[in-house]
């Protein structure tokens, strides 16, 4: 799943491979995907919906890109000065195609672009293909305005510590739950805290008002080193990138070393779930 880390190092390869490149003609939709495009059938209908397969197209062609960039987990391609194209948001494949033969055979989007070369999204699970307006962007539902980007330089220790003090003293906050959802960290998901709590030895259970201020220090100091170690390894190696390789960040904590000796203390890896998805930690060096 595209989190932070793989939404900047998409927007990064798109900027040094695709801006300049003018599309000749695209199709939509190609392989149909309930979850792919919004819906203009939805209860509550979201920008971008109002377009239909041949709007789409039409639009697109003869449009440049002309650059991108991320927020949170959403991939932005500026096309022109009116529209935007997002991308991301979850299970997808971006790739970029210098030949028709790398093409796979099923497609959500494919862009044809007039020197020749492609660009496709593949869409597995749940994901987007939005296109909308360039002064729609603040109508996005998917970017998470009322979240702080934690790269950015707003995302100070005083900062956090204030997030965690602002807890209601009636409600429980774990910490998984506090990272993604409540109150929850621009792009960050539920494949990129498992190292980070690991490394910081946070159980992701555990409650984050219990926590120590040593240990804040260390949970919030290894999310932003990690987080940018993942960025600039061009996102972690179980994704791939716009040229179909794996990123070069090394997890510790996911499906394949359940049961796996823990790299610090030796104890088996356990993996539970919890919070609408799985968790992976080492009983011994991350304790409740």
């Known amino acids: 799943m595209i989190e932070l880390p793989e939404a900047r190092a998409f927007s990064k390869q798109i900027n040094e491979t695709l801006v300049g490149k003018k599309i000749k003609n695209a199709l939509k939709g190609q392989n149909p ?6 819906s203009k059938d939805a209860k509550k209908p979201t920008v971008g919906s109002e377009y239909s397969d041949t709007d789409f197209e039409r639009i697109l062609k003869g449009k440049t890109i002309t650059k991108s960039w991320s927020n949170g987990n959403c991939i932005l391609v500026q096309m022109d000065d009116d529209y935007l194209l997002s991308l991301g948001c979850g299970g997808e494949k971006l790739l970029y195609h210098q030949t028709e033969k790398t093409i796979p055979k099923k497609h959500q989007l494919l862009l044809a672009f007039e020197d020749k070369t492609f660009f496709s999204v593949t869409i597995s699970g749940w994901g987007e293909v939005r296109l909308l307006k360039t002064e729609q962007l603040d109508k996005h539902p998917h970017i998470g305005y009322d979240k702080i980007d934690p790269l950015s330089d707003e ?12 807890i209601p003293q009636d409600r429980k906050r774990n910490a998984k739950r506090f990272f993604i959802s409540e109150p929850g960290l621009r792009g960050i ?18 409650e984050m008002a219990s926590l120590t201020k040593e240990e804040r220090k260390l949970l919030y100091k290894t999310t932003r080193v990690e987080l940018q170690k993942m960025t600039d390894l061009g996102g972690r190696d179980g994704e791939k990138d716009l040229f179909d390789n794996w990123g070069e960040y090394k997890r510790r904590m996911h499906s394949k070393t359940k049961g796996e000796p823990c790299p610090v203390c030796g104890e088996k890896i356990v993996k539970q779930q919890f919070g609408g998805g799985s968790i992976y930690f080492c009983p ?3 304790k409740m």
Request: aromatic fraction near 18%.
């Open 33 to 38: 995907h309930k979850f792919a495009f919004p």
């Open 284 to 286: 011994s060096c991350q």
């Open 189 to 206: 998901g539920n494949g990129v805290i498992q190292d980070i709590f690991f490394l910081a030895k946070i159980h992701p259970k555990r």
């Open 155 to 166: 995302f100070t220790f005083e900062v956090f510590e204030k997030m965690i003090e602002e």
